[in-house]
């Protein structure tokens, strides 16, 4: 199957990253190089990309699309791990990050992943095929609890205690196995006044990929650590798809810029809040009416940009 993912945010993102020819920049989330063959355009055969992505199919579809440049360094790994990757590589600091968060097209798409609700696949959802734990595991493994802690924190679904008795009480029966068969138990776990509020299992499905993936908690991190692998005046650029992502990132921002975190109560700082650096937009950059049309992806995702300090 060919990897098709369309950008979200191009326009907004290159003129966030302010990029410049002869400097280095990273997207540390490749992808199908949407963003990266746009930077790399922007470049002229200057200068140098790194391109990251956990998934090996993403790397070999990059590969292909940016077969035309020759300034670019490709990486399989996880941006969780990024300032492993620059050691390991010798990597120095860098001009600007690219960080396009959440699920490719291609791996909805891709049956054989089992990311989405839609068919009957394999209960998988590993970004990195190489890691052992599957959505199959968390599933038949995990208990009652952790399942409805899962799916109430990383998916916001209000009913996540009866999906998650109903995913345990099926599975004593036979081993759940299937996005078909999951989809089945959430459908009844469900009332049907809700239907309304689109697919009902689309808010456990999200929470079991951000569960295997591990999305959500190394993201604050990360964030961090991309900040001061840029060099002075460097920028940082991260696109959320939901408000776990989004809050996640907004509060690694906010504390990177020393943002106080003391009681307001109290008469001075004791936090010892430093800036690393600033918050291009106050409020994160949405997609355009247009694009929204275009692109139903673009609907959720938001923008948001931080310059390094000198």
């Given amino acids: 199957m060919e990897f098709k993912h369309k950008p979200v945010l191009l326009k907004e993102t290159i003129e966030g990253l302010n990029i410049r020819k002869g400097c280095t920049y990273v997207d540390g989330t490749l992808g199908g190089a949407g963003h990266s063959k746009k930077i790399l355009e922007k470049l002229e055969n200057t200068g140098m990309l790194i391109g990251?992505?956990?998934?090996?199919?993403?790397?070999?579809?990059?590969?292909?699309?940016?077969?035309?440049?020759?300034?670019?360094?490709y990486v399989h790994g996880n941006h969780d791990e990024i300032k492993q990757i620059f050691q390991e590589y010798n990597f120095?600091?860098?001009?600007?990050?690219?960080?396009?968060?959440?699920?490719?097209?291609?791996?909805?798409d891709e049956k054989s992943r089992g990311f989405s609700y839609i068919g009957n696949n394999k209960l998988d959802m590993r970004m990195d095929k190489a890691q052992k734990l599957t959505a199959k595991e968390v599933i038949n493994k995990y208990s009652e609890q952790e399942l409805a802690r899962i799916i109430f924190d990383y998916g916001e679904e209000r009913f996540s205690r009866k999906i998650a008795y109903n995913i345990c009480k099926a599975r004593k029966e036979k081993e759940i196995s299937t996005t078909g068969e999951l989809v089945e138990i959430i459908e009844k776990s469900i009332p049907r006044f809700t239907k309304n509020e689109g697919h009902p299992a689309k808010r456990?499905?999200?929470?079991?990929?951000?569960?295997?993936?591990?999305?959500?908690?190394?993201?604050?991190?990360?964030i961090i650590d991309c900040i001061e692998l840029l060099k002075p005046k460097g920028r940082l650029c991260v696109i959320t798809f939901h408000s776990l992502e989004d809050r996640a990132v907004k509060k690694a921002l906010e504390q990177a810029e020393g943002k106080c975190t003391c009681p307001k109560d109290l008469p001075y700082c004791v936090c010892g809040a430093k800036s690393?650096?600033?918050?291009?937009?106050?409020?994160?950059?949405?997609?355009?009416?247009?694009?929204?049309?275009?692109?139903?992806?673009?609907?959720?995702?938001?923008?948001?940009?931080?310059?390094?300090?000198?």
């Fill in 52 to 73: 990251i992505d956990r998934d090996e199919e993403a790397l070999i579809a990059a590969k292909q699309n940016l077969k035309d440049f020759k300034n670019v360094c």
């Fill in 92 to 108: 120095q600091k860098v001009d600007g990050i690219l960080l396009d968060l959440g699920v490719s097209s291609y791996q909805l």
């Fill in 204 to 222: 456990t499905f999200q929470a079991i990929r951000i569960e295997v993936n591990n999305e959500i908690e190394p993201l604050y991190n990360t």
């Fill in 276 to 310: 690393l650096g600033k918050i291009i937009n106050k409020k994160p950059i949405i997609a355009t009416k247009e694009e929204q049309l275009e692109n139903s992806r673009s609907k959720s995702a938001k923008l948001r940009i931080f310059e390094k300090d000198k």
